[in-house]
């Protein structure tokens, strides 16, 4: 038990009993997925300020990273250094391992808040991504009158190329074990990006993955590029990760997945959609302004604070 200019606190390692009790008031579907892994872990703490449950953060554990999920403290208690202190005890518990956070800016003071703690405590802040958003009206449209005639006059010779050199463009939900597993080790350098795969298979991110939205091509039984989409809410859809063999890199493979993802993606009135690209990918970020231009559209980056041991 520790004294402060705010009184008496303890952090206690907490099961998800403790949070669904003491938060009953404040929980969200986000904080019970992450919570319930969380406190699987051991990685739940509860932040107890003169017997008052205060605030909360939630970790779970990848490959010697520890991913700071959720985090949160009751509003009266706010400014008070709760979010600190539950995040010193994180690190001091977790000395051998990186610790990585994550804010965006929709909520500009929360990333304010986030990125003061994070570097006072000796984070990384790091910029990761760029997004282009579009409602659904906009997007019919768009589909309608841009992007298929966009296939028609250029993107069809992609479609014709790549079926006659016999690639094959099927979902993940129709795709072969084989296929998904070649995929799930390519962080293995075969792709020309470094992004892990891995955390869309075994991690949490696995339950936000649609299947029948995420595409691969194979080629002679080898898979060469991927187009992977997360729903983070109903009928809310986001690309977030796309990638193509080195071998292929500037081909055009990316038109064939693209576009069975927008023709799909037609069928199901999303309420909205969103690419994700890494602030530093100009290629890629060129690309979907192409694409993407004639969208309603907005900006938006999320931030990662990264501290290595």
């Given at each position: 038990m520790t004294?402060?200019?705010?009184?008496?606190?303890?952090?206690?390692?907490?099961?998800?009993?403790?949070?669904?009790?003491?938060?009953?008031?404040?929980?969200?579907?986000?904080?019970?997925?992450?919570?319930?892994?969380?406190?699987?872990?051991?990685?739940?703490?509860?932040?107890?300020?003169?017997?008052?449950?205060?605030?909360?953060?939630?970790?779970?554990?990848?490959?010697?990273?520890?991913?700071?999920?959720?985090?949160?403290?009751?509003?009266?208690?706010?400014?008070?250094?709760?979010?600190?202190?539950?995040?010193?005890?994180?690190?001091?518990?977790?000395?051998?391992?990186?610790?990585?956070?994550?804010?965006?800016?929709t909520d500009k003071n929360h990333l304010q808040t986030v990125a003061d703690v994070c570097g006072r405590l000796g984070f990384r802040k790091q910029p990761v991504c760029k997004t282009f958003c579009a409602d659904w009206d906009s997007l019919c449209e768009w589909k309608e009158?841009?992007?298929?005639?966009?296939?028609?006059?250029?993107?069809?010779?992609?479609?014709?190329?790549?079926?006659?050199?016999?690639?094959?463009?099927?979902?993940?939900?129709?795709a072969s074990t084989e296929h998904l597993a070649q995929l799930y080790h390519s962080h293995e350098n075969y792709f020309g990006n470094k992004f892990d795969v891995r955390k869309y298979f075994d991690g949490y991110d696995k339950n936000f993955v649609v299947r029948d939205l995420s595409f691969i091509a194979v080629k002679d039984n080898e898979v060469a590029a991927y187009f992977l989409t997360i729903a983070p809410g109903k009928n809310s859809f986001i690309v977030d990760q796309t990638a193509v063999a080195k071998k292929y890199l500037g081909s055009g493979l990316i038109f064939p997945l693209l576009n069975a993802f927008v023709q799909k993606l037609y069928a199901r009135q999303c309420k909205n959609l969103a690419f994700a690209v890494y602030e530093n990918n100009f290629a890629a970020i060129k690309f979907y302004d192409k694409i993407t231009r004639q969208l309603k559209t907005s900006n938006r980056y999320m931030y990662k604070f990264l501290l290595r041991k």
């Amino acid at each position: 038990m520790t004294k402060n200019l705010f009184g008496k606190r303890k952090i206690i390692s907490a099961s998800y009993q403790d949070y669904a009790s003491l938060f009953r008031d404040s929980r969200t579907a986000f904080s019970e997925l992450y919570a319930k892994k969380s406190a699987a872990e051991n990685h739940l703490y509860i932040m107890i300020e003169d017997n008052f449950p205060a605030g909360y953060i939630c970790a779970n554990s990848e490959r010697n990273i520890l991913y700071v999920q959720y985090a949160y403290t009751v509003p009266e208690r706010r400014r008070r250094g709760i979010f600190t202190s539950l995040l010193k005890h994180l690190i001091k518990l977790n000395k051998k391992s990186a610790i990585m956070v994550q804010s965006s800016t929709t909520d500009k003071n929360h990333l304010q808040t986030v990125a003061d703690v994070c570097g006072r405590l000796g984070f990384r802040k790091q910029p990761v991504c760029k997004t282009f958003c579009a409602d659904w009206d906009s997007l019919c449209e768009w589909k309608e009158q841009i992007f298929d005639k966009f296939m028609s006059d250029k993107g069809g010779k992609y479609l014709e190329f790549f079926s006659a050199q016999e690639f094959t463009i099927c979902s993940f939900a129709d795709a072969s074990t084989e296929h998904l597993a070649q995929l799930y080790h390519s962080h293995e350098n075969y792709f020309g990006n470094k992004f892990d795969v891995r955390k869309y298979f075994d991690g949490y991110d696995k339950n936000f993955v649609v299947r029948d939205l995420s595409f691969i091509a194979v080629k002679d039984n080898e898979v060469a590029a991927y187009f992977l989409t997360i729903a983070p809410g109903k009928n809310s859809f986001i690309v977030d990760q796309t990638a193509v063999a080195k071998k292929y890199l500037g081909s055009g493979l990316i038109f064939p997945l693209l576009n069975a993802f927008v023709q799909k993606l037609y069928a199901r009135q999303c309420k909205n959609l969103a690419f994700a690209v890494y602030e530093n990918n100009f290629a890629a970020i060129k690309f979907y302004d192409k694409i993407t231009r004639q969208l309603k559209t907005s900006n938006r980056y999320m931030y990662k604070f990264l501290l290595r041991k």
